[in-house]
């Protein structure tokens, strides 16, 4: 933990990759401490995008307050600008009512978004747009090809495939003439904050999120894309491109067929999973915790600080 300008109780985050049961662990972790849950998946602040994103459902957060989940039409594009302020003041709401703020999603840039000192660089809506025009155009390798020119580190960390983070990369190198890599967030907390992090064997988490598709495609994911789709999906800029709803898209468009949609999103999920891995696995503050374990709460419950474990006993 480390401990920062802030005060109050301590703000506890579960992270880690997908399929591992972050959202489960939050929600009974906050019924122990008598919390909220904040959520920091950028996909499940979209209202009605629940089974492609695992968003627990009523029951299954058993009473628990959660907030920053469908906050969003999926016409609209995530900030994190926004999101940061959102999250900050939730977790103040918390404290507010002497409540610990549990945070729960694998989202990387949103978690230290809303734990750690983190000034989020400008954006403009022209610039962005002409860089996104020119994703369209040239593709996702050409805007790459361009930041290894004006920021080689940023273009180390961001993959030639993922157009989002390079156009927003381009975009803060262009208005701040700085590059994008020295605006990345430095570990150093708001508040007193303690990271969980969730891990599984690579086997057994491919197994996993094999078996999430599986069931997704079983409970309606299809039928959710349709209904998404009458609410303006394929004009969300972000939405869109979400992990699932992508791929069922174009087995909608009858670009690839819907089995061959499915294994697009097991492969894809698994690629996502291995970043997230990564991602985490760079913060040193993160202590980790086998997702699989038995006693799996018992082991996070002695992480914590004992006078937020006990303060109601």
């Known amino acids: 933990m480390n401990e920062a300008s802030g005060t109050g109780l301590p703000v506890v985050a579960v992270v880690g990759s997908t ?3 972050k959202s489960d662990l939050a929600v009974a972790l906050a019924l122990r401490l008598a919390g909220e849950v904040v959520n920091t998946d950028a996909m499940q602040l979209y209202r009605g995008m629940d089974i492609g994103t695992a968003k627990l459902t009523v029951g299954e957060r058993r009473g628990v307050p959660h907030h920053l989940l ?7 594009e995530a900030s994190v600008a926004v999101y940061q302020r959102q999250a900050r003041a939730a977790v103040d709401e918390i404290a507010g009512r002497d409540s610990p703020a549990v945070l729960a999603g694998g989202s990387g840039l949103y978690v230290r978004a809303a734990v750690d000192h983190l000034d989020l660089p400008p ?3 022209q610039v962005r747009a002409r860089w996104q025009e020119r994703l369209e155009d040239a593709g996702a390798p050409a805007l790459h090809a361009r930041l290894v020119q004006v920021d080689p580190v940023a273009a180390q960390a961001i993959l030639p ?3 989002r983070r390079l156009v927003r990369a381009l975009e803060v ?13 430095q570990p150093g907390y708001l508040r007193p904050t303690v990271q969980l992090g969730l891990r599984l064997p690579r086997p057994t988490l491919d197994e996993r999120i094999a078996a999430r598709v599986e069931r997704m495609w079983a409970d309606g994911l299809v ?6 789709l009458g609410q303006g999906l394929a004009q969300g800029r972000t939405a869109r491109r979400a992990l699932g709803y992508a791929q069922v898209i174009d087995a909608l468009a009858g670009r690839c067929s819907r ?3 499915a294994e697009a999103i097991v492969t894809a999920t698994r690629r996502f999973a291995r970043r997230q891995e990564s991602w985490f696995g760079r913060d040193g503050r993160v202590a ?3 997702a699989d374990a038995p006693d799996l709460l018992d082991r996070a419950l002695a992480v914590l600080p004992p006078a937020l474990v006990h303060r109601l006993t």
Request: aromatic share 4%.
């Open 19 to 21: 399929a591992t049961g």
């Open 70 to 76: 469908d906050v969003l039409d999926v016409t609209q």
């Open 123 to 125: 954006t403009d809506p």
């Open 161 to 163: 495939t993922n157009g």
């Open 173 to 185: 190198v262009e208005l701040t003439g700085r590059p994008f890599s020295a605006t990345l967030p």
């Open 223 to 228: 039928e959710e894309t349709e209904h998404l």
């Open 259 to 261: 089995r061959q949609a």
């Open 288 to 290: 980790w915790l086998p």
